[in-house]
């Protein structure tokens, strides 16, 4: 009894130290079809001012679902899809998209990647070294569209988006230009594989 006991505290201590582990089941996929539209089979958009899901963070995809729903982000599509969804079929789909392989972008950025390293120095806190963010409240940014990034660095800074953390000064002395070149230099970064190592982009 006592080591049944001792086996449960330490099965109840490890779920608590890795909330992020992501069980995913056939009927996630299922509810997640009519996200496919917009974010691509498996979450891999092929459409540039759509994100890619593929394999981010579950924290921080409930925190934009949810930043929908309340106005947060202005976006009327995503508002009526969010508000549509049970709290189970919530998370389902957000289940369904974080334990996907992480999914490079393919489209081309107009900004210059090497410039935009530069001033990226700001983001990494948050978004960690290369867009990989090592907090599952922040997305990754690695590999995401480049044009998707700079549509959203625009909203933050225009006050159409509103974050907490994500704060309008952080990204008003970004020039037009700036952004361009900081989005570049995000899809490009290489990939978290699924056993934590970097995955090189190809040229």
Known sequence: MKRRLITIAIAASLWMAAPTAIATAPEDAQK????A??????????VPDNPILAGQHADYL???L???ISGERDNGIMKTM??????????????????QPPYQSQALATGDAARGEAKTAVCVAC??????????MFPNLAGQHAVYLSK????YRSGERSSNIMLATITQSLSDQDIEDI???????????????AQEVQP
């Open 32 to 35: 997640a079809a009519v996200c």
């Open 183 to 197: 989005a570049a230099y995000y899809s490009r970064q290489p990939l978290n594989t699924a056993d934590g190592q």
């Open 66 to 68: 949810r930043a929908y």
């Open 82 to 99: 969010a508000e549509r969804l049970s709290t189970e079929d919530m998370a389902s789909i957000i289940a369904y998209y974080a334990a």
């Open 152 to 155: 959203a660095l625009r909203a």
């Open 37 to 46: 539209g917009c974010h691509g089979n498996q979450g891999r958009s092929l």
């Open 127 to 136: 978004h960690g070294a290369n867009g990989r963010s090592s907090s599952t």
């Open 62 to 64: 409930g925190t934009a």
